[in-house]
């Protein structure tokens, strides 16, 4: 890649993220709309609340940063700025890929050029074990919802097939993190990412401590979003605590299953939130705006200019 063609890159994520974050911003189902109706209704903002989950929002980031920092050792080191700064430019161009599954795009950016590949296949290690946390404890708060709604009244065969896929998804995602080689052959079973099988082996170097870390983090992370969540809708939707911490990890798993764009993901996560979290509907889609703003448009945000700013290699460099 020579320096013209990430020049090219670097701005058109930019302008792509910002684009979207208009829209985003601006439209009757987006950030904007919703908070200026709560706020005309007399609700005071909860800016307590929102300064506590905004300190919440560095320590989530933080965690991720010390997440990949851990998985991309075996290929190189990398200092705890660089991986904070390379976590947050790889939030900017997730915002415009489906499901933010472009986010090791930008995180491998900040490796060197000899290095990407390898780090490409590490990084997704990470985001299998953020994606095996979501399965299981979203899956155990669904099965326990499943048993509370439906204890007097036979559940539908809807609800149980969303149960059980959510059950056997996450017994295959728990082996495939666990298991790395295993992972890393199935890759490369892929044709087009055959020729990237020498760098796939970087899977099979990690250790049963080291994987055990990086899923106690991962389960810290989901920890710490799932808190911030729960505290924006006791504050901003008077949702109880204990109601919020069982229904916001079915939100999370749903989501997660869901394929969604940047153009969509907030409608789509409103959505399930006001169809599993009983309250104040106009207080439950504030909080998933309010909670969507701190979480990804932030961190986008000063993750694009880190794009446009970061000293990243090119092969064209010397080394």
């Known amino acids: 890649m020579t320096r013209r063609t990430l020049l090219y890159i670097r701005w058109g994520v930019f302008i792509a993220a ?20 709560w706020r005309n209704n007399g609700e005071p903002a ?22 990949w920092r851990c998985l991309v050792r075996p290929v190189q080191q990398v200092d705890v700025l660089r991986a904070f700064t390379a976590t947050l430019a790889g939030t900017t161009i997730g915002l415009i890929t489906p499901n933010r599954v472009g986010e090791f795009a930008g995180r491998v950016l900040f490796l060197d050029p000899e290095h990407r590949v390898q780090g490409s296949f590490a990084t997704l290690l990470g985001s299998i074990a953020q994606f095996v946390v979501t399965l ?26 969303v149960v059980w896929s959510a ?29 990237y099988e020498r760098h796939a082996h970087v899977l099979d170097t990690y250790t049963r ?87 990804l448009v932030v961190p986008a945000a000063v993750g694009g200019l880190i794009l446009l700013v970061a000293r990243i290699r090119t092969s064209e460099q010397a080394t």
């Open 167 to 195: 059950f056997l998804i996450g017994c295959a995602a728990v082996f495939l993190f666990f298991s790395p080689g295993a992972f890393a052959r199935l890759l490369v079973a892929i044709p087009w990412l055959k020729r």
């Open 136 to 161: 299981l404890l979203g899956g155990i708060a669904l099965t326990f919802n499943h048993y509370l709604q439906f204890s007097s009244a036979e559940p539908s065969a809807a609800w149980n097939v």
């Open 46 to 67: 909860p800016w307590g609340a929102l300064a506590i989950v905004v300190f919440l929002m560095g320590v989530n980031w933080g965690i991720e940063a010390w997440k």
């Open 209 to 295: 401590q080291e994987l055990v870390r990086v899923f106690l983090l991962s389960l810290l992370r989901y920890a710490v979003f799932t808190l911030q969540f729960a505290i924006v809708l006791v504050a901003v939707a008077g949702v109880e605590m204990a109601e919020a911490l069982m229904a916001v990890p079915v939100v999370f798993l749903l989501t997660t299953l869901v394929p969604t764009m940047a153009l969509t993901e907030l409608g789509v996560r409103g959505s399930v939130a006001t169809t599993f979290i009983a309250g104040d509907d106009m207080g439950i889609m504030v909080s998933t705006a309010l909670i969507w703003f701190i979480n």
């Open 18 to 37: 910002g684009v979207l974050l208009y829209i985003r911003l601006t439209h009757k189902v987006g950030m904007h709309y919703p908070w200026w109706l």
